[in-house]
């Protein structure tokens, strides 16, 4: 059974701040990837929510540094990845976490313009950051990337068209990424988390009641965190996933496989 095989790695996590105090995907993965030894390059636009990331890492003696960017624009993601190769001579592992909720509303109601910023946002990010990304892997011999989707990705539901079209790109660009960049020792995974409680969601007000309708929408009925995403991320990029790339791992305690069944038989066709 292979080790994790994480220690002295280094580490890119996009969106490793969380947006508001708390604990969100991003910063569950940087700190659980420090956790296992890697050097964590902790992106984020805003260098506050960065910092507050790398407060908690450094009280866990682990290694990272925040890395200031814009993942939307190109200029920004060339100049992180420099940045990090430059202090630590590597790059082993890009976790795309940065994504948004986006503009609301069907077809008939999404607003084009913030279409296509949001877009860059959730899915163009995540093209720009792989491609400065990946020829780094390369000197190293290889390397991991997780895209962070949702199951609003694999499904309808939602009623938010942005999202779901965004996440479903992600879905799909990781399996052709996967296909792309196999052959050359680099894997290309995607976590679809479920309705995790995160600061994504809450930090602009949740009821009591939408928090408990969205626990109880799952097969296990319990709260999902954004440690649970996390420690999928730590899995896809240890070495205990070297023969796994291009899937797309629901995180979302049961939600992708069906409702809450009725335990009441009811009489079959005959
Ligand atoms: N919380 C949920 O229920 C849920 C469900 C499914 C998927 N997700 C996905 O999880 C990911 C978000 O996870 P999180 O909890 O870390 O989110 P978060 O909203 O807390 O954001 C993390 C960080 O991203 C940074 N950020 C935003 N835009 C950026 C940009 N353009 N460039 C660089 N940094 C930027 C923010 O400053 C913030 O610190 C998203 O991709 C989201 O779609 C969340």
Not at 23 to 45: Q, S
Request: net charge negative; glycine share 12%; proline share 3%.
């Amino acid at each position: 059974m292979p080790e994790m095989g994480l220690e002295g790695k280094v580490a890119i996590v996009t969106g490793a701040g969380s947006r508001a105090p708390g604990i969100g995907n991003g910063r569950a993965a940087a700190i659980l990837l420090a956790r296992e030894g890697c050097k964590v390059a902790l992106l984020d636009a805003t260098k506050e929510l960065g910092d507050a990331t790398k407060e908690m890492i450094d009280a866990e003696g682990g290694t990272s540094m925040v890395v200031v960017a814009n993942v939307a624009e190109q200029a920004s993601c060339e100049a992180a990845v420099k940045t990090i190769f430059d202090s630590w001579g590597r790059v082993d592992v890009l976790v795309n976490n940065v994504g948004i909720g986006g503009p609301m509303g069907n077809a008939v109601d999404t607003d084009a313009d913030a279409w296509d910023a949001a877009w860059r946002i959730n899915v163009t990010s995540m093209m720009l950051m792989a491609k400065y990304a990946i020829p780094e892997m390369r000197k190293a011999g290889g390397g991991a990337i997780v895209n962070i989707a949702s199951i609003d990705g694999l499904r309808g539901g939602n009623p938010n068209l942005f999202y779901t079209a965004s996440k479903g790109a992600v879905v799909q660009m990781t399996r052709a990424m996967a296909s792309h960049h196999g052959p050359e020792g680099i894997r290309v995974n995607c976590i679809a988390p479920g309705y995790v409680y995160t600061p994504m969601v809450f930090a602009q007000g949740m009821e009591a009641e939408l928090r408990e309708r969205r626990r109880k929408n799952n097969l296990l009925q319990t709260e999902g965190t954004g440690w649970d995403i996390g420690k999928g991320v730590v899995y896809l990029t240890s070495d205990q996933a070297r023969w796994v790339s291009g899937i797309i791992l629901s995180i979302d305690a049961g939600s992708m496989a069906g409702t809450v069944g009725n335990t009441t038989p009811i009489k079959a066709f005959d």
